[in-house]
């Protein structure tokens, strides 16, 4: 019998049975308590589960527990949800909660046994897991104050809804190469990340009305490429495109090899030209050539603070939170808060944190008092805005280091050292070699690696990256610097960072460690005493 090697038994695993198919294994599961199945584990993606390492867990606890990761379509989640997410938490989750890079929440600490009634617990609040992960379309992201910016281009909450309407669990798509990331956006600020998207819809307002970039192949880790611009669509129109570019994923992506599986790797292999001609051949109408968008700086996508809302008499708070570590607790005060002072919602954004939609503006006031009374910031510091950290080592298999408390003491002493610091600084802490913290698209990022250190011994800490940004054809992403920094000493090396940017003649952040990179003398003086 041949073996079979890692990409050979997935693609097998999701035609012999599709993971949509999964759920009646998993109630199963959970009443008999029988060993799972590792080919149904890999299936259990498709419901938004995934393993996780044990480091959390007592010494004589063998149980197998899962992260969940539940669907926040446009990022929203009313008070009742956010209730349900809170009691889910506290008693099936250990109080894990935290708002994800792609507008989502995800638990931690589940057992199987549970998740049928977690399910039913989603379902009445009208959430889900179905493609929260797997090898499928996931959450698409959008800007989280569509419809109510007074700034934005154009209200793209519907061309949204439409497209979720087509994903949500849609059986034609239950199986594509790997994970396929969708994004729209209306906002005037780009704060979607249209550049790391596999497909996405940036609204521009041209003399003859407004039309929509669209660009594909962004991403990170082994697909790390910046989006390319294929030409622009009016809003009717992105729903075909949308249609056809799934088809063409589906049908014709490089399934040899998952680490070549991705959208960009196909837009590659054949060319940007080609793959624009099958597309405009699918969708039987040219896209339209005009001249390419200026896009927002990485670090100035912000929607932090207090804004008047489109809505006649009430306003929206953007509030920065650590790491987007919420739990049960935070949820279930927020809720409180929300409720007291007449608010609805909230939106996750992509940077882990979220806005609060419809405070009546006679309310404003008294509920971000409450809010800082929580440590939830409305006008967050330079660096707690946008640093942003993965799972790491406490819950996730293939992290070697601790990034959420690592990342928060970071920010506490970057405060507290310039307290009048006013330029955004974009900060990523990341876990493990992947990029689920978008390392290589910030001012500074860390990535995790293994090294020696000066007894020879292999130990756990980061590789410095500097100089990443994303502004459409201007980005750019980090470059490694070859310095590698124990965790004890990451926030004197950032300290040094600054500093250093602070006594040049240089204005502006990312340019100044973008110079930095290849100076061999500043690189290796971070880390002297």
């Given at each position: 019998m041949i073996k079979e090697n890692a990409t050979q038994r997935v693609e097998r695993i999701k035609k012999e049975k599709s993971g949509l198919d999964v759920l009646a294994d998993i109630k199963r599961y959970a009443t008999t308590k029988e060993a799972i199945n590792p080919e149904d584990i890999d299936r259990f993606k498709w419901y938004g589960l995934y393993t996780q390492n044990k480091n959390s867990q007592d010494e004589f606890d063998e149980s197998l527990y899962f992260?969940?990761?539940?669907?926040?379509?446009?990022?929203?989640m009313s008070v009742e949800q956010m209730r349900a997410i809170s009691d889910i938490s506290d008693n099936y989750a250990k109080q894990t909660a935290t708002f994800t890079t792609r507008q989502d929440i995800q638990f931690h600490n589940v057992s199987v046994e549970n998740l049928p009634t977690i399910f039913e617990k989603l379902q009445n609040v009208g959430l889900s897991t179905v493609f929260a992960a797997g090898d499928v379309p996931r959450n698409v992201v959008t800007c989280p104050v569509s419809g109510i910016e007074h700034d934005e281009i154009i209200d793209v909450n519907h061309i949204v809804s439409s497209i979720n309407d087509y994903f949500r669990g849609n059986n034609e798509l239950a199986n594509l190469p790997r994970k396929y990331k969708v994004g729209v956006s209306g906002c005037s600020k780009h704060c979607i990340g249209h550049e790391i998207q596999d497909l996405s819809f940036s609204a521009v307002n041209f003399e003859d009305g407004i039309f929509f970039d669209v660009s594909?192949?962004?991403?990170?880790?082994?697909?790390?490429?910046?989006?390319?611009?294929?030409?622009?669509?009016?809003?009717?129109?992105?729903?075909?495109?949308?249609?056809?570019?799934?088809?063409i994923y589906k049908n014709y992506g490089l399934r040899e090899n998952r680490k070549k599986a991705r959208l960009g790797h196909l837009v590659n292999e054949w060319s940007a030209e080609k793959f624009k001609g099958l597309l405009e051949t699918k969708i039987e109408f040219k896209l339209e050539n005009k001249n390419v968008q200026n896009y927002?700086?990485?670090?100035?996508?912000?929607?932090?603070?207090?804004?008047?809302?489109?809505?006649?008499?009430?306003?929206?708070?953007?509030?920065?939170?650590?790491?987007?570590?919420i739990g049960a607790k935070g949820l279930a005060v927020l809720a409180d808060s929300l409720e007291?002072?007449?608010?609805?919602?909230?939106?996750?954004?992509?940077?882990?944190?979220?806005?609060i939609l419809d405070v009546p503006n006679n309310n404003v006031d008294f509920l971000v008092r409450e809010l800082q009374i929580q440590k939830i910031d409305t006008s967050p510091s330079s660096f707690k805005a946008r640093t942003i950290s993965c799972t790491g080592i406490e819950f996730c298999k293939f992290a070697i280091v601790e990034t959420k408390d690592q990342a928060m003491k970071l920010v506490q002493y970057l405060e507290k050292r310039f307290p009048n610091f006013n330029e955004t600084i974009s900060i990523s802490i990341n876990g493990c070699p992947n990029s689920?913290?978008?390392?290589?698209?910030?001012?500074?990022?860390?990535?995790?690696?293994?090294?020696?250190?000066?007894?020879?011994?292999?130990?756990?800490?980061?590789?410095?990256?500097?100089?990443?940004?994303?502004?459409?054809?201007?980005?750019?992403?980090?470059?490694?610097?070859?310095?590698?920094?124990?965790?004890?000493?990451?926030?004197?090396?950032?300290?040094?960072?600054?500093?250093?940017?602070?006594?040049?003649?240089?204005?502006?952040?990312?340019?100044?460690?973008?110079?930095k990179i290849t100076d061999e003398k500043f690189i290796t003086n971070l880390l002297e005493s």
């Open positions: 992260m969940l990761r539940v669907k926040l379509e446009k990022g929203a594909v192949g962004g991403g990170l880790a082994s697909n790390k490429q910046i989006a390319i611009h294929l030409g622009y669509v009016k809003e009717e129109n992105i729903l075909k495109v949308v249609d056809a570019v799934s088809y927002t700086p990485y670090s100035k996508r912000e929607h932090f603070g207090v804004h008047k809302s489109k809505k006649d008499g009430y306003s929206y708070i953007g509030c920065a939170i650590n790491g987007g570590k007291k002072y007449q608010a609805t919602t909230i939106k996750v954004t992509n940077t882990q944190n979220f806005v689920c913290a978008h390392p290589h698209v910030v001012d500074i990022g860390l990535l995790a690696i293994k090294f020696k250190d000066e007894d020879s011994n292999t130990i756990a800490g980061f590789e410095l990256i500097l100089g990443g940004n994303l502004e459409g054809e201007k980005s750019s992403f980090g470059e490694k610097t070859k310095l590698k920094i124990k965790p004890s000493q990451v926030n004197e090396v950032v300290e040094k960072i600054i500093l250093s940017y602070q006594n040049s003649s240089i204005k502006v952040f990312n340019q100044f460690v973008k110079e």
